[in-house]
Each structure stands twice: as C-alpha cells, then as structure tokens.
C-alpha cells in the first residue's frame, strides 16, 4: 500500500518536472547553486529512519507485557522526532540555497512581484535531483509520526478487547488477608487507621487485588440502601487502585475532631483524587471520573472477614465501556 | 467553681485579645504572677484555666458545639478526658496548642510559648484527668534503618514522601518530620494528630517504631549519589533541573545550526 503511495507520488512529482525545466530556460532570479546529491540521500535516509522510528513506536505499542515499554516508547518516539530534526537541519544546510539579500521586498501586490516570488521559491528547489524521492521520504516520516502519535488512542476506543481488565480474583467467600497471607478479623480493624488487604490464595500483584480497609464510626456510616449489607460492623472495602491513573490510593485522612477539621476520606497520593469512605467511594475532590470501587464484605463465623461478592464496578482507570459491565471473578 | 469561670473568662478574654499577634513568642499567653512559687499541679491548673479551657471546657470536657469567643474566633475543641499525658506532651511540645482559631489547621511553633515547667505543669494536669497513655521513650539506636524504610513507604510514605518531608493531602497540609523528636513521631504515630490516621502497636509494634524513627532520622542527612539532593522531593525539582539542561542543549543546537546574516 505504502509503495503504491510512494510510486503515485514519484509519477506527479515527474510530470511537473517537464513543466519547470521549461520555466528554468528563462532567467533565473537565484543563482544556481551546486548540486548535493550525497546530501539528499542523507536527508532521504534520515526521513525514513524517522518513518522507521515512527513504526517501531507503533510497534512497540502493539507488543503486549513489553518489558520497560515506557523506555522503548520514549525511544522509539523521541528517535522518530530526532531523525527527523536531523534531516530538517541537513536539507536547510545543504539543498537550501543561502542568499543574503540586501533590500527590502516591495509591497506585495503587485502582480509581476508575486509570480518572481513564485519563481524563487520553485527554482530555489533546482539543486534537489530526486525531488519525487525526497518527498515521499518526507511524506512517509511525517505521516508515520502522525500515526504514531494518534496510536495511544486507539486504547480509548472499543477495538481491543477489554474483557480482561474487567477480571479481579475477589470472589464470595474469598478471605481478605494483609500483606504476610494472615487473614484479617472483623476485631483486628480498629477507627482512625486503615489497613491494606488482598485476596487469600491470589497474586497480590494484580490490580485486582489490593484493597484499602477502614472502619467507619456508627454515626457516619452513609452508604446508599442497596449496599447496607456490606460493611460488616461499619467495616468497608473498597479497591485500592485509583479510578484515575492506578497509583495506589495510600492517604487516608482521619480526623481527630471532625468538627474543626476536612472529613474522613481516602486520597490518592499522585493527583489528590478524593474518595468519601462511609459514601460508597463517592469522589468528593479531584480528577478521578468514578467512585471507587467497593467490594461486599461479610464475616464468617469465627470472625475473619470474606469478600460477599465481586467489587461494584471495574478496577482502576476508565476505557470505553467501563460503566456498561461489572467486575468478574 | 464560679471564681475560676471568672478568671477562664478573663483569661480567655486576654488570650483572643491577643491572639493576632501569636507569631510573637509567649505573648498572648495568660501566666500567673506567681508562676514560679506555684506547686506544678496548682501552675498547671491556671494555666489550663487561663489558656485551654475556653475550647476544652473548663472540666476537659471538650467543647463540641462552636460555642461564641471573643471577636469572630468561636470556642470548640475536643475533650481531653482520657486523653493522657502523651497528647498533651505532643500537642504542647510541638507548639500544635495553644491554637489560636479552631479551625486552623496546628502547625509546629518555635519558639513555644510555654516554658518548659509550665508545659510539664499542663501535661500533669491534662494526666489528672485520668486514661491515656503515657509519654513514650522510644530508642532509635536500636532500630533497623532498611526495615524502617520499609515501613515507613508502607505506612506514613504515601502522605509524608518517603523523603519525609512532607506535603499535601486535600484539605491539610503534612508537615516535614525534619524537626520531629523522636519521642515526638513516636507520639504522633499513636495518637494521629488533625487529620493523621493512628497506628496500634498491633499495626506498628514499638520496636517497628524504634526503625521508623532511625529511618526518619536517618532523612535528614540523605545519601545524595549524585552529589546533590535537589531537595529529595522528588521529581517536580528533578524535572525543573531536566528542563534547565534541556534548555541550555536546545539554545546549543540552535547556535550550531544557524547562521548569523551579516550586513
């Protein structure tokens, strides 16, 4: 498809060839400048390592579990934009004939001036020999780069198949455990603190997984009436993965005398994203789009806490869809 | 019981007078003449009398419901009974209290504005209230620096930086443990002072805290590998430094590749 583009290309730039040799037979306003075949073919190498930098970038995207793929995106973008830089001061040094002019231009209206303006700019393109070449080159960074940088949103959009970033391994009945796998008990959750818990028998390196505990006081319990069952004893879980750029949401704001201080809250520590803890996860400050997700807890009879259910919604950042599903075991 | 409503009236009247200008040291503060021939328990008393009671009633009560103070300061603030010594060590130590609006957030002071007797007179008295524990001794020679790193990014990171040098959380601010004792983060660590989640010794054990205190000590000379710290606060500083250097290469490579017209 590509060479296809490449070769129409070449076939206009040589039609329109004939037409300026024509031209050049009359008087040239530029000197003639020495041909720098060398240099064009630098030029011409260097657009298409950037198209080839451009490509890898989209590559390197497409590659899914790339280890340091942040490094190789920076890389393969910033090469892309490099090259291309690179070609931009080649061909302004060598195929861009340098004239200093003394006078100023005149008033740009007249007729005769416009067309010489014309002639200057086509016949200052005269050194270049492979004019077809050279913009087919261009046309191929330019538009790789463009594409590369349209890539991440592809992301957004519903082309890629979401289902497993709805999956978590919170199921009913599943024990929360704290970081060493000892399970927790409804009696080991105390007010003003919390805890930081994970499914028993998972991973915990999953963004599924890790969740954030707190007991909330009797009086300021104020989750809406589907979701009453599940806090136990005014315990509450809610996912600890941010619902604007996954960090981990490690703040929690408890205060001492709620009458003079901010209320209860729980915040994440990279954009201040502020969840109410006793309103179901409610976002009450900062660029998080949906209310934390909260998992339904039960105890068993001997007092260790189990999940009820699977969360409420979908872990972590938002794609195309994520209000329309539910999380799944 | 009416004659020392009378002196907390005038006391608190004093105080609130006074308290634009509480950037100045130990003013605005209502001391006893005879301050220093007064038992500790008896100096304690008219201090809390003179400089606590108007917010934490004059029984440490607590007031909970903004009662009318002086000018537009209105009177309200927690009870102290069951509080203990530790809290009232920590509050006045750090110069969080005496605050001089309820509704700002305690920030540390220097210098305090009570002296050393007196503050040990009030923490007395806050202790006659009953409950409460007492003020710590923790020992952070015997702590581990590398397990307190741990802990520290796992507990206190996410809010203080793992520089500990504080910052932000929406609502308040978090203040740099640069100044703390280690008595004091011992302190806070139990009591979560404003809005600062509490730790039982089942979440952090005292020999845990023994670590988070070296490594909190341990923050204030950082190894700087680079051979300069920039602050240790983290990438907004390191980024400004990248966007200097990125600067000066970009104004380079601008000098290099153009030319200069002469005419």
């Known amino acids: 498809m590509r060479r296809l583009l490449a070769a129409l290309l070449l076939w206009l730039a040589g039609g329109r060839r004939k037409r300026r040799e024509a031209e050049e037979e009359r008087e040239r306003i530029v000197a003639p400048a020495p041909k720098a075949p060398a240099a064009e073919l630098v030029v011409v190498g260097l ?32 090469g892309s934009l490099g090259f291309l830089g690179a070609a931009l001061i080649v061909w302004s040094k060598k195929l ?14 007249h007729p005769e001036e416009q067309e010489a303006l014309h002639r200057i700019v086509r016949e200052s393109g005269s050194p270049v020999t492979r004019k077809g070449l050279l913009t087919a ?18 992301s957004l959009g519903p082309v890629f198949d979401t289902s497993s970033l709805y999956g978590t391994p919170w199921r009913r009945g599943r024990r929360l455990v704290d970081q060493d796998g000892k399970p927790l008990r409804v009696d080991d959750i105390a007010e003003a603190t919390f805890y930081t818990a994970y499914p028993e028998g998972a991973s915990q390196d999953t963004v599924g997984a890790p969740l954030v505990v707190v007991r909330i006081p009797a009086g300021e319990m104020a989750l809406p009436a589907d979701r009453v069952d599940w806090a136990v004893e005014g315990i509450v879980a809610y996912s600890k993965i941010c619902t604007h750029a996954a960090c981990a949401v490690s703040l929690y704001r408890k205060p001492l005398f709620p009458p003079t201080a901010p209320r209860p809250a729980l915040v994440c520590p990279c954009h201040y994203s502020t969840f109410d803890p006793a309103r179901a996860g409610k976002v009450l400050f900062g660029p998080a789009g949906r209310a934390l997700p909260q998992l339904p807890l039960r105890a068993d009879r001997r007092g260790f806490l189990r999940a009820a259910g699977n969360f409420s919604g979908p872990v972590g950042p938002s794609w195309s869809g994520v209000r329309t599903k539910g999380a799944r075991s | 019981m009416s004659g020392r409503s009378a002196l907390a009236a005038a006391c608190l009247v004093a105080l609130v007078g006074a308290a634009p200008a509480a950037a100045q040291p130990r003013s605005g503060v209502a001391r006893p003449d005879n301050g220093d021939s007064l038992s500790l328990r008896d100096l304690g008393e008219q201090l809390y009398a ?87 001794s923790p020992h952070p020679e015997r702590g581990n620096v590398a397990e307190g790193q741990h802990l520290f990014t796992e507990h206190c990171g996410g809010c203080h930086q793992v520089a500990a040098k504080g910052g932000f959380v929406t609502g308040a601010r978090v203040p740099p443990l ?84 002469r005419s």
């Open chain 1, 47 to 78: 657009l298409f390592c950037a198209a080839a930098a451009a490509v890898a970038f989209i590559v390197f995207y497409a590659i899914d579990g790339l280890r340091g793929h942040t490094q190789w995106f920076g890389l393969a973008f910033g």
């Open chain 1, 96 to 109: 861009v004939p340098v004239e200093e002019i003394e006078e100023n231009y005149p008033e740009p209206e």
């Open chain 1, 137 to 154: 080159a261009a046309t191929a960074a330019g538009g790789a780069l463009g594409l590369a940088a349209l890539t991440p949103a592809v």
């Open chain 2, 50 to 136: 003179g400089n606590c009671s108007s917010c934490h009633g004059i029984d440490g009560r607590g007031v909970r419901s903004p009662r009318p103070g002086a000018g537009d300061v209105p009177s309200l603030g927690p009870s102290l009974r069951g509080v203990g010594e530790l809290a009232a060590d920590f509050y006045l130590r750090t110069g969080y209290m005496p605050l001089g609006n309820p509704y700002d957030q305690p920030t540390r002071r220097d210098p305090l504005q009570f002296s050393d007797r007196e503050i040990r007179a009030l923490v007395d008295y806050v202790g006659s209230f009953g409950g409460g524990p007492a003020i710590p």
């Open chain 2, 178 to 261: 640069d100044d703390a004792s280690a008595t004091q983060v011992a302190q806070s660590v139990r009591i979560g002072p404003y809005v600062m989640p509490r730790f039982s010794t089942k979440q952090i054990s005292d020999s845990q805290l023994d670590s988070i205190i070296a490594y909190v000590q341990r923050t204030r000379h950082p190894p700087d590998r680079g051979g300069w710290g920039i602050g240790n606060v983290g990438p907004i500083p390191e980024g400004m430094v990248t966007w200097f250097l990125a600067a000066v290469v970009l104004v380079i490579t601008c000098v290099l590749i153009g030319e200069r017209v």
